[in-house]
């Protein structure tokens, strides 16, 4: 199954309503959301071939393929044919060998209408694609289109500028956005093809699109889905999890203020500054710094992360496939430390070493944090 993620862990969700203290309407919103991932998840394991035929249409291939010119070359009547195919043929292979290195940013910004259909979004109101002008503001008074439009191409040139990836698949995959999905829907979304985003219900939570970091790490499983897949459960999650907090706060650091790009102690470390809506006691989602610190509010509970090995938490299935959210606080601050520890800009110190353990081919899909942390010491002593 591919790797389905919500920014907002159904335990939040769920906290909000087993303490009842919330407005009713929030706490209804909160049902609805925590139903439609539920649903969302279990048509993901029916479905969970989509990745597959999504990477089989990326692979770059003339509108001939090339097993009609290998038989030409084979057994064509004539000296020229033959020439003409295998040139042809050497083209093809160049072409697939420089698609991972040439830009193909092509983003589409969906309008989703306030529809629950996930298996369909609807793709009938284009909001913004590749190259267009940006949403007035009558249009789309929230901005969300235009926040996602953005938030897509910082996210995408972080990614090629410094570690020559085109786009989540490694070869210019499209980008497919929708803003305003479901009614007050509370999450963030990375289904394993399109990037899916609620607008909140203004109590709870603030909307999404706004926040780069959250775009960023919904890309990044993305990325890890497309590079080395690991499965969404128990240790493996939560590195998943923690991978895509990792390149998500860097984005953050590289790109919220272009002009002032900030070193690891400069940043703040916080993943989902601002999710929050007004009057929640939280500074963000998750500290990456200080996990277990982010909030603690009555509506919403305690961030539950813990920060260090000896506090890892065994939990079964049901709860968040396992402690994805949860323990996923390990590694962070295990990234930050080590950030912190080379200095200077975390994504040409820590961040390569990173990436490098990711996508070096050794993380088995049940990856555990003592296998991802050998290959980070592995890669530091050759880095
Ligand atoms: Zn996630």
């Given at each position: 199954?591919?790797?389905f993620?919500c920014?907002?862990?159904?335990?939040?969700?769920r906290a909000?309503?087993?303490?009842?203290?919330?407005?009713?309407n929030t706490?209804?919103?909160?049902?609805?959301?925590?139903?439609?991932i539920?649903?969302?998840?279990?048509?993901?394991?029916q479905?969970?071939?989509?990745?597959e035929?999504?990477?089989q249409?990326?692979?770059a291939?003339g509108i001939?393929p090339?097993f009609i010119?290998?038989?030409?070359?084979?057994?064509a009547?004539?000296a020229?044919?033959r020439?003409?195919?295998l040139?042809?043929?050497?083209?093809?292979t160049?072409?697939?060998?420089a698609a991972g290195t040439?830009?193909?940013?092509?983003?589409?910004?969906?309008?989703?209408?306030?529809?629950w259909?996930f298996e369909n979004?609807?793709?009938?109101?284009?909001m913004?694609?590749e190259g267009?002008?940006l949403?007035?503001e009558?249009?789309?008074?929230?901005?969300?289109?235009?926040?996602c439009?953005?938030?897509?191409k910082?996210t995408?040139?972080?990614y090629?500028?410094f570690?020559?990836?085109d786009s989540i698949?490694g070869?210019?995959?499209?980008?497919?956005g929708?803003?305003?999905?479901g009614k007050?829907?509370?999450?963030?979304?990375?289904?394993?093809r399109?990037l899916?985003f609620?607008d909140?219900?203004?109590?709870?939570?603030?909307?999404?699109?706004?926040?780069?970091?959250?775009?960023?790490?919904?890309?990044?499983?993305?990325?890890v889905?497309y590079t080395n897949p690991l499965?969404y459960?128990?240790q493996?999650?939560?590195?998943?999890?923690s991978?895509?907090d990792?390149f998500?706060?860097?984005v953050?650091q590289w790109?919220?203020k272009?002009e002032h790009?900030q070193t690891?102690?400069q940043?703040?470390w916080?993943?989902?500054e601002?999710i929050?809506a007004e009057?929640?006691n939280?500074?963000a989602l998750?500290d990456?710094?200080?996990p277990?610190t982010?909030?603690?509010?009555?509506?919403?509970?305690?961030?539950?992360?813990p920060?260090h090995?000896?506090?890892?938490?065994?939990?079964g299935?049901s709860?968040?496939?396992?402690?994805?959210h949860?323990?996923s606080?390990?590694p962070?601050?295990a990234f930050c430390?080590?950030?912190?520890?080379?200095?200077g800009?975390?994504?040409?110190?820590?961040?390569?070493?990173?990436?490098k353990?990711?996508t070096?081919?050794?993380l088995?899909?049940?990856?555990?944090f003592?296998?991802?942390a050998d290959l980070?010491?592995?890669?530091a002593?050759?880095?």
């Open positions: 199954m591919a790797p993620c920014i907002v862990p159904e335990y939040v969700l909000i309503v087993e303490r009842g203290v919330a407005p009713q706490i209804n919103a909160c049902h609805s959301t925590i139903e439609k539920r649903q969302i998840q279990d048509a993901r394991i479905h969970g071939q989509r990745t035929s999504a990477q249409q990326q692979v291939e001939i090339s010119h290998e038989t030409i070359a084979q057994y009547a004539t020229e044919q020439e003409t195919s040139r042809t043929l050497e083209y093809n160049k072409l697939r060998a040439l830009r193909h940013l092509k983003r589409t910004v969906y309008d989703a209408q306030n529809s259909d979004p609807p793709k009938d109101k284009v913004i694609e267009g002008v949403v007035s009558e249009e789309d008074p929230t901005g969300n289109a235009n926040e439009y953005i938030g897509f910082k995408y040139d972080f090629f500028d570690f020559k990836r698949d070869r210019g995959l499209k980008l497919d929708f803003v305003h999905f007050k829907f509370g999450n963030a979304i990375w289904d394993g399109d899916i609620g909140g219900d203004g109590i709870i939570f603030d909307g999404f699109t706004d926040e780069l970091d959250i775009i960023a790490h919904e890309f990044t499983h993305g990325v889905q499965n459960t128990f493996s999650g939560a590195l998943n999890e991978l895509a990792v998500g706060v860097m953050k790109a919220e272009p790009p690891v102690d940043a703040n916080l993943i989902g601002g929050w009057g929640i939280g500074r998750r990456m710094k200080n277990g982010a909030y603690n509010d009555r509506f919403v509970g305690k961030d539950p992360q920060a090995w000896d506090h890892f938490q065994t939990l299935l709860v968040d496939r396992g402690g994805v949860i323990n606080g390990i962070n601050r430390l080590a950030a912190n520890m080379i200095g800009y975390a994504w040409e110190g820590a961040g390569p070493i990173w990436y353990a990711l070096s081919g050794k088995g899909e049940n990856a555990t003592k296998e991802f980070t010491i592995e890669n002593s050759e880095h």
